[in-house]
């Protein structure tokens, strides 16, 4: 047993999403979540920028005394996930190899697609991973950078005109390329199953990534016997710009009606 908390941090308010997962498989677990609200979006950064702030992101969090992080950004798991495993002292869990894992699990076809962010994407991560696993998978990456700002306006309901149409559009070639399983490799997706999920059809699986992510977290902490044990965990939320923008759309992408503690720190000193 554990009791000390599991770190979370992402570009913005979207890595909620994962936690999101990670309440739902382990209850009793307390959760300090980062989201860099103030420096978001993540996804058209260069490497550099990226991994400045995700040290400042990971700096913060050390001060938590946490066992383990949780990286919900697909954009810095793609781009730096191995500088910051060899930095740190504590298992750093990234979105990339928990997904890839999961999606060559259920592809049949052998024939994968990946949604995801600019940077995500022109990384290759999601393509090298495959290839360690499975040569022979076909894999169909392809950036929408137009979904996360729409699914931050609360636009990602189906029957919203501006979202399907921009969905639509985006997603017209992997349904050309006839893969069987979609890997929705960014924080804000999982807010678009039902639109992304009607566009592909019954027949394309959709791979949640913070829900890999949490699987993959509960499996090595119970593997390590950390798992913590009190009848209910906590989420303490702290954020890089004003936390009222935060509260309005946490409780959406939380999925829980709650409010959770949101405080704003400087994260420029980290
Ligand atoms: N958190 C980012 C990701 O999952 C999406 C938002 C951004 O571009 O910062 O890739």
Do not use: W
């Not at 696993?133 to 189906?158: F, I, K, M, N, Q």
């Not at 303490?236 to 409780?251: E, G, H, I, K, P």
């Amino acid at each position: 047993m554990n009791q000390r908390p599991i770190g979370v941090f992402d570009s913005g308010l979207g890595g909620l999403t994962a936690v999101r997962q990670l309440r739902r498989l382990m209850p009793s677990e307390n959760i300090i979540y980062f989201g860099d609200t103030a420096r978001v979006p993540y996804g058209n950064r260069s490497r550099d920028t990226l991994l400045k702030y995700a040290r400042q992101d990971m700096g913060f969090l050390r001060g938590f005394d946490l066992k383990a992080v949780v990286i919900a950004c697909g954009t810095v798991s793609t781009n730096c996930l191995e500088d910051l495993q060899a930095e740190s002292s504590i298992p750093v869990i990234g979105v990339v190899e928990p997904a890839v894992r999961r999606a060559a699990e259920i592809s049949s076809a052998r024939r994968v697609g990946l949604a995801a962010t600019r940077a995500s994407v022109s990384s290759g991560a999601y393509e090298r991973a495959f290839r360690r696993l499975d040569p022979a998978l076909e894999v169909y990456p392809l950036a929408c950078p137009l979904l996360v700002p729409l699914v931050e306006e609360g636009r990602c309901r189906p029957g919203d005109a501006v979202i399907e149409t921009v969905a639509a559009e985006y997603l017209l070639p992997l349904r050309e390329r006839e893969i069987d399983t979609l890997v929705l490799g960014c924080t804000h997706y999982p807010l678009l199953t039902d639109v992304i999920g009607a566009l592909m059809g019954p027949s394309v699986a959709l791979v949640d990534v913070g829900a890999e992510a949490a699987r993959a977290c509960r499996d090595l902490l119970s593997c390590r016997d950390e798992l913590a044990q009190r009848p209910a965990g906590s989420v303490s939320c702290y954020t890089s710009d004003r936390a009222v923008n935060f509260q309005r759309l946490a409780a959406t992408f939380l999925g829980e009606d709650a409010a959770v503690p949101i405080q704003q720190i400087d994260i420029t000193k980290y």
